[in-house]
């Protein structure tokens, strides 16, 4: 029988997820940073408008997106207490103390920030207030997290938000003390701690980059480890180098010696932000107890719309489509498939 190759389709057994789809799953993306990041690129966005005069809305108004990430975050947290009340059998599952203190903990910093975030926008509409004043929450909560990173390292949980706050603290102190005038300090010297930051960064790129090179080179390495190291070291390379290049960009535009508006100063940071948004769909899932949904999102979206299960979790295999023929054609075709004489590999190096 003359045959076509063409790929069919078809649902896992049972029409459950296969191993392969469930590794996939879990990494599908991380919605936490997700919003997050989304969110400060867009209000980064607006600030920038705001400064250049482009736009005149309200402070409050170009805060918006923060508004959002804190209203999902507080909401988050109340959904996943009440399911977490309400249902106590769910406590018994593996680790859901540590899961469901983390949230707390996540929650608790997230309300410290968000007073920042008040004072912050209320100092720019009404300019009522010292920034030392401002900046105490995101002190406290520089402080906090020390001891909420060790506490994280312990329980192996994720600790972004709170190891960014504790390495900036003194970060934070100087641009405070000059936004008051209390220093008359240069802002390329007011950024010093930020410097040391970004070049241990460097560093770190650097490092990626040699890792991913040598495994390109690796003959014993497969091509999953060779796929994730290369997509890490272009990522982290999307991340920082971007990131120094606003920095200093801003420092000379802060002490006067460029003209440019802060959307082109802002540019390469956007480009940071919307490199974390790509980097969050490899991201391993967040705390399962945000909306007390207790799974990673993926599943939790397959388990609400069985449509999209049904469609995502397929298994594909090459086949091939069968060409109408007549009897005595296919009987035909298994004969001379018998009687097909097999022929010796012939090397045209090998002299006769």
């Known amino acids: 029988m003359q045959t076509r190759g063409r790929v069919s389709y078809k649902p896992c057994k049972d029409n459950r997820i296969c191993h392969f789809h469930q590794s996939k799953i879990n990494h599908c993306l991380c919605r936490s940073k997700f919003i997050v990041h989304g969110c400060l690129l867009l209000f980064s966005i607006f600030l920038s408008l705001r400064l250049d005069n482009t736009i005149t809305w309200s402070y409050w108004t170009v805060f918006s997106p923060i508004w959002f990430w804190k209203f999902m975050a507080i909401s988050g947290a109340l959904v996943g207490s009440y399911v977490w009340w309400r249902h106590p059998h769910y406590r018994m599952e593996g680790e859901a103390y540590v899961h469901y203190k983390a949230m707390l903990i996540s929650l608790a910093l997230h309300l410290i920030l968000l007073m920042f975030e008040l004072l912050a926008c209320d100092k720019l509409e009404s300019g009522r207030h010292l920034w030392i004043l401002v900046f105490i929450p995101l002190l406290f909560i520089s402080i906090?997290?020390?001891?909420?990173?060790?506490?994280?390292?312990?329980?192996?949980?994720?600790?972004?938000?709170?190891?960014?706050?504790?390495?900036?603290?003194?970060?934070?102190?100087?641009?405070?003390?000059?936004?008051?005038?209390?220093?008359?300090?240069?802002?390329?010297?007011?950024?010093?701690?930020?410097?040391?930051?970004?070049?241990?960064?460097?560093?770190?790129?650097?490092?990626?980059?040699?890792?991913?090179?040598?495994?390109?080179?690796?003959?014993?390495?497969?091509?999953?480890?060779?796929?994730?190291?290369?997509?890490?070291?272009?990522?982290?390379?999307?991340?920082?180098?971007?990131?120094?290049?606003?920095?200093?960009?801003?420092?000379?535009?802060?002490?006067?010696?460029?003209?440019?508006?802060?959307?082109?100063?802002?540019?390469?940071?956007?480009?940071?932000?919307?490199?974390?948004?790509?980097?969050?769909?490899?991201?391993?899932?967040?705390?399962?107890?945000?909306?007390?949904?207790?799974?990673?999102?993926?599943?939790?979206?397959?388990?609400?719309?069985?449509?999209?299960?049904?469609?995502?979790?397929?298994?594909?295999?090459?086949?091939?489509?069968?060409?109408?023929?007549?009897?005595?054609?296919?009987?035909?075709?298994?004969?001379?498939?018998?009687?097909?004489?097999?022929?010796?590999?012939?090397s045209i190096e090998t002299p006769d």
């Open 144 to 346: 906090a997290s020390i001891a909420v990173c060790v506490w994280a390292v312990k329980h192996d949980r994720a600790f972004e938000l709170e190891l960014f706050c504790a390495v900036n603290i003194l970060q934070f102190v100087f641009i405070a003390l000059r936004l008051d005038n209390l220093v008359q300090w240069r802002w390329e010297v007011v950024f010093v701690p930020q410097w040391v930051l970004l070049c241990i960064a460097l560093v770190g790129v650097l490092y990626a980059l040699i890792f991913a090179a040598i495994l390109l080179r690796a003959p014993e390495a497969s091509h999953a480890q060779r796929k994730a190291a290369f997509h890490s070291a272009l990522g982290y390379t999307c991340l920082v180098i971007p990131l120094l290049v606003f920095q200093v960009v801003l420092a000379n535009k802060l002490d006067g010696e460029i003209d440019a508006p802060y959307v082109t100063v802002a540019s390469p940071l956007f480009v940071s932000f919307s490199t974390l948004m790509l980097m969050s769909f490899g991201a391993k899932g967040a705390n399962k107890w945000w909306f007390g949904i207790r799974k990673d999102f993926c599943q939790f979206l397959l388990g609400v719309c069985p449509v999209l299960q049904e469609y995502g979790n397929i298994a594909y295999s090459s086949r091939s489509s069968p060409i109408k023929e007549g009897p005595s054609d296919r009987l035909g075709l298994s004969r001379r498939s018998e009687l097909k004489p097999v022929m010796p590999v012939i």
